[in-house]
Structure formats: structure tokens, C-alpha cells
């Protein structure tokens, strides 16, 4: 997976960072002063696949390594926040550090397998791993099974129902965006990063290097299964719902595109890709009934014509900019 | 005075075997490089000399025999294991990370010896701890105004010479150079044999190459190794005189 991915960790993206923040912390205000207040609802259930496409841009984008089952981590988050809630052990200090273990814990264990293989044998095994998670989770018969599981609510937080404050949910779901962007940016930039970096380029290379690539893989494995299972935990609280079908692999499929869409290693770039992926599904599927005619051909068209994603596009026009001013 | 430590083989191989099915490629090598100097190892093509630096820098596990490195038996250890005990190597093919600069690239074999090799917070970028020491060694091998280049983009010679640069970033006891010179002009060449030939007595060197003169001006023992196995050993002049090397391999013209 690198190709034209060149450079990721060369581009500046502070000023893309600092727009995509603004814009979002932006919304309930804009939502509530035009009384389109299903608009905060609609963005923070973007903002939570956003953060999920953002987990799997570091494995994919930095790491070169193309998971087809990322959803499962998802699923795995939303699950045990789901379980957790009707079992009355719902508090947030209880549901996100499981959650998090949870999921992690999968990562690792799916992990040591999937990373001991490349191509598309890797490409497979992610996908029966994450098809495993979405059958375990059709035969939870106590907890709703195939049909999912309505939850009584949300977490509390120290016993109180802040989150039922759909604003107050709204800018944890920020934060927890912002949160993960700004660490992973870091992370890619610091050694860790660059040894990714490394091992997707040239994996034997570093080994002669004396690197550790697997052990390093795995740690961004689960990081990113861990980031994952967050978006679930907060997509759990947010429906109010946990089904199957956060675990299937369409959703993988339509992870791996936001982040196409974005600009494959930039991981700001896979924020923007979900953001604008889901916004159109949700503009088109308003028009008419058979929008997925049109949404499939528009993809492939975007994916074409910007080469690099939305990075890319952002990155020739600054250069354009930057070259005007030398001339 | 002669310090019978000095004089140990910092890196010996002894009856190395390894089949692809039924062809014998390393059948019964044993050779030992002394510390500081260079051994040449030099035969026709498919002698089996790239299986061999395979198997020693622990590419390939071989099927028998050992491989000391300091007296220490390495023949099961990882390339990773390799690397950290200080045995460093260069591909015959050019192998460095594309991606990144030159310096970036050098930074990045410096940071592998570094105290935090995978730290999480800072950034690389202007990490002076990895950058001086990664500069330094770019102006050795005479990279030095490339440093901010993209490795991609660096010309054949200069990939050569940046391989080399992270190899020395390791500070390695033993460095296996395979055909170094590959793909190289007469002049190119020429620029890196000095330049190994600086870096003699302070790094022992097993080298691969077909550049005969290259060979000859640098090697202090020259190994012949045909059909998997060693066929001679022995100074330069040893070895351009016997009568089994001129008939399997070098040819009268070669002198």
C-alpha cells in the first residue's frame, strides 16, 4: 500500500487539523441558533466512524497494512458497553475501560496471527476475524441475537446521565475525535511512527536494522483495534442500540473507503473522508431511493480524479499557492 | 606485539549447508573474517554467494553448520538478534526506505541503537540526538549536501553510498557488503572503494563483488567459491596464481 502515499510524514496538516476542529466544535452552535437541531445528532454519529476510519488509517496508511475487519472492533466496543449497560454496570468508568480491554485484548490475539502473514493473505484472515465477531455476536440469543439489543440507556458517568445531553455527548465525542487525531499525528511523527513507516516501505530493511517489525505492527494493531472499540463504546451510547451489523463487513469495506477517500496515511485525511462520505450518502439518500446508484459511481470518480484523496487536492493546492508567492 | 584477541575471527563459519530441494547451493562453506579486515568473497554467478550473506545475515536458516559471531553461536538467532550484536549488512539490490530523506533514513538506523528506538512523543524530525550523529555519517560516505533529498531520488551511486551510511549507523563489529559496486560506473566504483577502503581496520568486512580490481585492492584474504563451496582461500596474489581458480573461474584475461 504505498505508492503514491509518499512523503505522509513530511506534509504539514496543521492548518487542514485546525479547519476540520473548528468547523466541528462549530456545529451544535450553528444547529441550535437555525433550529436544525437533528444536525447535532447526525454530525456526532459521523465524528464516530470518523474516529474508527482514523484508527484503521494508522495500520493501513502508516503501517501498509490493509485490515478487511475493522468493524469488528467496533462491534466489540459497542457490545460490551451494551452488555454492560443492561447488566446495570453501565457507568462510564466501568463500560470504557472494558471496552477498551475488550477490544484491545481481540487486537492482540487476531493480531499474532494476521501479522505473521502479508497481502492478501492478510487481507483474509482480517476478514474471517471480523466475520467470527459479527456471527459470535448474531448468537448473543440473551442479548438480542440477530435482531440486536435496544439498551435501557446510556452510560452514567459517576452515577449521573450526563450523556443523555445530546450537546454535552456531542463534544465528548469531540474531544474524544480530536483527542485520538492529535495523539495519532504525534505518534506517526515521533520514532514509533517512523519505524512503521519503515516497515511498510521495506520490512526486511529494518529487520537488517535490528527492528522488531511484528512487535511493532502489533502494538499499532492494538492501538488501532483500541481507538476502534472506542468509536463502539460511543456508538453503543449513542443509538441506544447494539446489532450485528456493526461488526459486518460492509462496514469494514466502507471504513477502508473513508480512508481512501481521505488520503491514504494522512489520518487527518481519513476524518475528512468519513465526514465527506457520510454526507453525501446522507444528501443522496434523501433525494431518491436508488441512491446507491449514484453514490457507487461518484466514489469511484473522486477516488480517480483527486489522486491522493482529499490530502492530496489540499497538498497541490498549497503548493500552487506557495509556488505563486516564490515567483 | 601481537594481541591474540586481535587476531580471533570476529565472524566464522564453519560447514554451512543449505538445498533448495535438490540443488545444493552452500555445501560445506566454512570461512572466518578477522576484525578490521576486508575478506573478499568473489565466483561465478550462481556460486551461491548471496545464499550465503543470506543465510549469514540470517535471511535464510541454513540446513547444517554454524555460525559464530565473537565466538557466540548466532546460527538460530533473528536478523533483529543479528543486528543489535552488531552485524550489519547492505543488499545487493538497493534497499533503503524510499520515502524518507537521505538523512531521515540514516536517522532512522541510528535510532535503532538509540536508548527509546520506538518512543511515542517526539518528533523525529528535529531530534538532534538521532540527526548528528545521521548527518555525520552521511558526510563519511560523501552524502553529506543530500541529506534532505528523498532516498527515491538519489541517484544509483548514491542509494549504494546511503546503504552503507546505515550500516555504519549501527556500529557494527562485521558489515557484509553485497556487491556494493553493482550497477556502478568506473568512476562511482572507484569513489567507494576509497571510501572502504577508509573504513579498513576500523570495521571488518565480508565483501561480495565481481569488480575484480576493486577486489584486489581492497581484500586482504580472498575466498573463491564455486558450486557452493569454497574452492580456494588465500591472499589476493595466492589466489590469482592457483591453477583450479584461473580454470573455474577468473580466465587468463583477468590478469
Known amino acids: 500500500m504505498s505508492g503514491p502515499v509518499t512523503l505522509s510524514t513530511k506534509r504539514s496538516s496543521f492548518w487542514p487539523v485546525v479547519v476540520l476542529c473548528l468547523g466541528l466544535a462549530l456545529v451544535p452552535v450553528v444547529a441550535v441558533l437555525t433550529k436544525q437541531g437533528h444536525w447535532v445528532s447526525l454530525t456526532t454519529q459521523m465524528m464516530i466512524l470518523a474516529l474508527a476510519a482514523l484508527s484503521l488509517d494508522l495500520i493501513l496508511g502508516i503501517g501498509g497494512l490493509l485490515s478487511f475487519g475493522h468493524a469488528a472492533f467496533i462491534g466489540l466496543g459497542a457490545y460490551t458497553t451494551g452488555i454492560l449497560i443492561q447488566e446495570g454496570k453501565g457507568d462510564l468508568l466501568i463500560a470504557l475501560p472494558m471496552s477498551l480491554a475488550v477490544s484491545g485484548l481481540f487486537a492482540f490475539v487476531t493480531g499474532i496471527v494476521a501479522l505473521r502473514t502479508r497481502g492478501v493473505v492478510f487481507i483474509m484472515i482480517t476478514l474471517a476475524f471480523g466475520q467470527m465477531a459479527f456471527f459470535a455476536a448474531q448468537a448473543l440469543y440473551a442479548y438480542g441475537g440477530d435482531d440486536g439489543l435496544t439498551l435501557d440507556g446510556r452510560s452514567t ?54 527492528y522488531d517489525v511484528f512487535r511493532v505492527r502489533l502494538m499499532a494493531y492494538v492501538l488501532s483495534g483500541m481507538i476502534a472499540g472506542l468509536a463502539g463504546f460511543l456508538l453503543a451510547n449513542h443509538t441506544e442500540f447494539v446489532s450485528p451489523a456493526y461488526a459486518a463487513w460492509q462496514r469494514s469495506g466502507d471504513l477502508i473507503f473513508m480512508v481512501i477517500i481521505g488520503g491514504v496515511g494522512s489520518l487527518w485525511g481519513a476524518v475528512g473522508g468519513a465526514l465527506t462520505y457520510l454526507l453525501l450518502e446522507e444528501g443522496l439518500s434523501g433525494l431518491t431511493e436508488h441512491w446507491k446508484v449514484i453514490f457507487g459511481p461518484l466514489i469511484i470518480l473522486f477516488v480517480l480524479l483527486t489522486h491522493g484523496g482529499i490530502d492530496g487536492v489540499v497538498a497541490r493546492v498549497r503548493d500552487r499557492l506557495a509556488g505563486g508567492r516564490h515567483d | 606485539m601481537i594481541d591474540p584477541a586481535v587476531h580471533r575471527p570476529v565472524l566464522q563459519i564453519e560447514g554451512l549447508e543449505k538445498s533448495f530441494g535438490a540443488l545444493r547451493v552452500t555445501n560445506g562453506v566454512s570461512l572466518s573474517v578477522k576484525p578490521g579486515e576486508i575478506h573478499a568473497l568473489i565466483g561465478p554467478n ?49 534497499s533503503i526506505i524510499p520515502s524518507l530523506t537521505a538523512l531521515g533514513n540514516v536517522a532512522l538506523a541510528v535510532q535503532a541503537g538509540a536508548d527509546k528506538p520506538l518512543g511515542f512523543w517526539k518528533p523525529v524530525d528535529s531530534d538532534d540526538v538521532l540527526n548528528k550523529p545521521a548527518q555525520s555519517l552521511l558526510d563519511t560516505v560523501g552524502l553529506g549536501g543530500r541529506a534532505g533529498v528523498v532516498a527515491g531520488q538519489l541517484s544509483h551511486g548514491e542509494k549504494r553510498a546511503l546503504e552503507i551510511a546505515m550500516a555504519l549507523a549501527l556500529k557494527p563489529r562485521v558489515i557484509l557488503l553485497d556487491e556494493p559496486m553493482a550497477g556502478m560506473g568506473h568512476e562511482e566504483s572507484a569513489r567507494l572503494t576509497d571510501l572502504l577502503k577508509s573504513l579498513k581496520g576500523t570495521y571488518a568486512m565480508l565483501l561480495v563483488e565481481h569488480d575484480m580490481e576493486a577486489v584486489f585492492s581492497l581484500a586482504d584474504c580472498v575466498s573463491v567459491l564455486v558450486d557452493g563451496h569454497v574452492l580456494a582461500t588465500g591472499t589476493a596474489d595466492q589466489v590469482r596464481n592457483d591453477p583450479q581458480v584461473r580454470a573455474a573461474y577468473l580466465g587468463d584475461e583477468a590478469f
Do not use: W
Open chain 1, 157 to 210: 458517568v459517576f452515577g449521573l446521565k450526563l450523556l443523555s445531553n445530546k450537546i454535552v455527548f456531542y463534544y465528548l465525542t469531540f474531544a474524544c475525535l480530536a483527542g485520538c487525531l492529535l495523539l495519532l499525528q504525534r505518534l506517526s511523527r515521533a520514532r514509533f511512527g517512523r519505524v512503521l513507516l519503515g516497515a511498510r516501505d521495506n520490512a526486511v530493511r529494518m529487520e537488517t536494522l535490528g
Open chain 2, 46 to 94: 550462481g556460486a551461491g554467494k548471496t545464499t550465503l550473506i543470506h543465510q549469514i545475515a540470517g535471511l535464510l536458516k541454513p540446513d547444517a553448520g554454524h555460525i559464530l559471531f565473537d565466538g557466540q553461536d548466532i546460527t538460530a538467532a533473528s536478523m533483529p538478534q543479528r543486528a543489535r550484536l552488531g552485524l550489519a549488512r547492505t543488499f545487493q539490490i538497493t
